[in-house]
């Protein structure tokens, strides 16, 4: 039986594939890159997220663009990650990565592409509803993705590579190249269903832990798992000399922090009116995930 | 003397200048990669166009971020543009570029940086003004800018390098390439100042026009131009075997071309309420312009 997470990614993947068009009269190369990289699977935990912050403060209708535009984003970070000059990977999601299949040139422009896409699906949709709201919704997405965010992480984690870092710079790091994305998922779900102040920020917060116990998961998967389960090479982070959660604490301890992390999250829900049932349970399965 | 456009481009500058932090406790390198790209001079033809266009439906008050992001976009293309794996230029505006002073890593991300940085300015402005006028300004440069715009044209240029190709599917390049920004610059302050559907569809052919002009001129300049004069590498199109007006008319048709195409323009101004003195002198500048 599929579970209810399985359910909601299922329904991202039908949206995502209304994200692009299929053909192009004149640029077809682009939008194969580009739908290349946002139809290769994971787990597409952001647009979950979303979703379920949203139905949580009692959301109604649909929000399909902001949703698509949080995967586009993310996705367009992992090409432009995966590029010979960044971390030159040639596996991502258990397929060669962007550059690989399309070159490099493509692959950059891919990339642009699907963050440009992201915001003029956003900006189209706040208009047709002549919504203030949904422009908001854009405006955290824009900010969890730039220079003070998103863009900022990857910048520290560059500069840490062959490094020894303290905890606290790792955190930083961690806060803003994935935590500040994920927060966002939340938030945005949070203010697109209209929640109140008190919600949004105590959702918000919930976002912030589990960004954090995303990462924390991430760094012990990469030791402990396989190439297979994990869909890209697994060691890595020893072979590229990354600071990691092992760097400081055994994977023990990582699991621990990780719970603990968790806790403090899933209490954060207390102050959302309607049901977290579906935020407490991903929040958990985000501990003892495999992949 | 001064002429009228060293104004407004001394005005722009002095915008740009705060459009981004000098000191950062986090993200020093980014920053300094980002505004080393967006304070390298340039002739800031489309903030120019933009403020003229704005002024001249009769708008009031300041448009600063709109000002800002649509240079921040053209700058992110450019840095993106002279890397390795695209034009590969070591030069621009008579500066190494980006990526030989920072690094390919840091000149992607700093690229990225300002396009997300461009959107986060202007949504922010919005929200502040709650005006859907500025969210709609803002879609014009997201359209504009993305697969069906500005990238488009980077594509189907790339595709183009080493080719033979017609005269239409060269035209198809600069209309997406050059053109898309040029005519959003133009239209963004139009909606911005509050024209009527009529002058915004009239300033929006005047932009296509000079988009064209600009591009015309752009390819005999890098013919008959010096390095010191133009501030980067001429006869670059005959080394890289690239198909430009040149290809297809001599210098003097071209120059034919544009002035048939300025004309045009100007006629389009026939139909703003407002004075468009500013804009039909800028057009005729265009052609003649020497960089």
């Not at 690989?100 to 896409?117: P, S, W």
């Not at 000399?241 to 999250?265: P, Q």
């Not at 991903?282 to 003892?288: P, R």
Request: aromatic content about 6%.
């Amino acid at each position: 039986m599929k579970n209810n997470f399985e359910v909601y990614r299922e329904q991202i993947e039908k949206h995502l594939k209304t994200a692009l068009p299929e053909k192009s009269a004149n640029f077809q190369v682009l939008y194969d890159a580009m739908r290349y990289s946002l139809y290769a699977g994971g787990k597409r935990i952001r647009p979950t997220l979303m979703q379920l912050s949203f139905e949580a403060v009692g959301g109604e209708g649909e929000i399909v663009p902001y949703l698509c535009a949080i995967e586009m984003i993310h996705t367009y970070s992992l090409i432009h990650d995966d590029l010979p000059a960044m971390d030159d990977d040639d596996l991502r999601r258990g397929k060669p990565t962007n550059h690989k299949v399309f070159g490099e040139a493509t692959a950059i422009l891919a990339g642009d592409a699907l963050l440009n896409e992201a915001f003029t699906w956003m900006l189209q949709d706040a208009l047709e509803h002549d919504d203030m709201r949904r422009v908001q919704a854009a405006h955290v997405l824009a900010e969890a993705s730039g220079s003070e965010g998103m863009i900022g992480g990857q910048i520290l984690d560059m500069q840490s590579e062959n490094k020894v870092i303290t905890l606290e710079e790792l955190q930083n790091i961690h806060i803003h190249k994935t935590g500040a994305l994920i927060a966002a998922a939340v938030k945005m779900g949070a203010i697109l269903g209209g929640g109140s102040p008190e919600e949004v920020m105590a959702l918000t917060f919930y976002g912030k832990y589990l960004g954090q116990v995303f990462q924390i998961v991430d760094d012990v998967l990469d030791k402990t798992s396989t190439d297979e389960e994990l869909g890209k090479p697994v060691k890595s982070d020893v072979k590229n000399n990354k600071n990691t959660y092992l760097s400081f604490y055994d994977v023990e301890t990582c699991y621990k922090i990780a719970e603990e992390l968790t806790a403090k999250a899933i209490k954060c829900l207390e102050r959302v009116q309607g049901d977290t049932q579906l935020l407490e349970e991903l929040a958990t399965s985000l501990v003892h995930r495999k992949n």
